[in-house]
């Protein structure tokens, strides 16, 4: 569903230019995980075992199983996907982010991927779930349940390849995780796939050369461009899962990443979220120096000249 409008007073504390005790007021969540990607140290955790629904950020899991089937050759990015009735119909239902897809409307697959991680496009992702499973949306669902097992997400179970609510609006019945498996999911994502190539793209226009007029597409992570290092990775939201946002930042070589669940509103997240980035890489331990800077350093405390280091190939 579409997240509320990211307000001025948040603007203004996202960029350092509000007051400390404006931006100390922050709404409570349900859970969060803090972890360092490169040695998967847990930096931060608040009920990070506690189930929520996922709600669009589902879509994580969605491009995870995608990216699989390109690896193995079973599809490529350029694999036309021609949208089917029941994709269109996807693009109809009330509150609900999508890219206005049509019945016979033809994309290829890396376009549709955009609009899955720009504009959280439910549409899109079904048209990818639908493509992907043969025609078989429980089908490819079963391949993310299948993906989420083989990576160790103990709690989560897939019901939708989008994260809308399931018809009955029950919770229980609907896409469940926590905020510990998802920083499973993204940490993977980070280290084997290429997911940052398509999360950190502010704005794009959705189906140039295919469709006319192109469709203009917002990321909806309000942290890229705020909050220095932040380069991914989804939002999410709907009633039953409040607003939940998992971010990723690097800086000087080193990323960290954030999973943060059933926040009350945009301006409670994206506090929370951009507090607990600042607050983990705080937390790293510091780099150790490496040889070269190790053997300046003797040098100089000596007064001779720093020895000469030869690369070779394959160093």
């Known amino acids: 569903m579409s997240p509320r409008i990211l307000g001025p007073a948040l603007a203004l504390i996202l960029l350092g230019r509000a007051v400390a005790p404006a931006a100390a007021r922050v709404a409570p969540y349900k859970g969060a995980i803090v972890v360092d990607v490169a ?19 589902a879509k994580l899991m969605t491009f995870a199983v995608l990216e699989a089937q390109i690896r193995a050759g079973a599809s490529t990015l350029q694999t036309p996907i021609r949208i089917t009735p029941a994709d269109a119909r996807v693009a109809r239902i009330g509150d609900s982010t999508n890219v206005a897809l049509r019945a016979g409307e033809v994309f290829p ?4 991927i955009y609009a899955m991680m720009i504009q959280s496009a439910n549409d899109a992702a079904y048209a990818v ?18 993906k989420a097992r083989a990576l160790g997400m103990t709690r989560t179970i897939y019901r939708t390849p989008n994260g809308l609510p399931v018809r009955d609006h029950r919770v229980a019945d609907g896409d469940l995780t926590t905020p510990r498996d998802y920083a499973v999911l993204c940490r993977y994502l980070l280290l084997h796939t290429d997911i940052l190539k398509y999360t950190s793209v502010r704005r794009r226009y959705f189906g140039v050369g295919w469709r006319r007029p192109p469709y203009p597409m917002t990321n909806h992570n309000n942290l890229l461009g705020r909050i220095p290092g932040v380069d ?56 150790a120096p490496r040889t070269e800077d190790r053997q300046a350093a003797a040098a100089q405390r000596a007064g001779g000249i720093p020895p000469i280091h030869f690369s070779v190939p394959g160093e």
């Open 39 to 57: 040695t998967d140290r847990v930096l931060f955790a608040d009920h990070a075992n506690e189930v929520s629904p996922p709600a669009s950020m």
């Open 109 to 112: 697959v890396e376009e549709l």
């Open 129 to 146: 779930a639908e493509a992907v499973g043969h025609g078989s949306v429980p089908a490819f669902v079963a391949m993310m349940n299948a």
């Open 232 to 287: 991914g990775l989804k939002t999410g939201f709907t009633f039953g899962a409040g607003f939940c946002l998992a971010a990723t930042a690097e800086r000087g070589g080193r990323r960290i990443l954030v999973v943060l669940m059933d926040s009350p509103d945009t301006r409670s997240r994206d506090l929370k979220v951009a507090q607990l980035i600042r607050r983990g890489f705080a937390e790293l331990p510091p780099l």
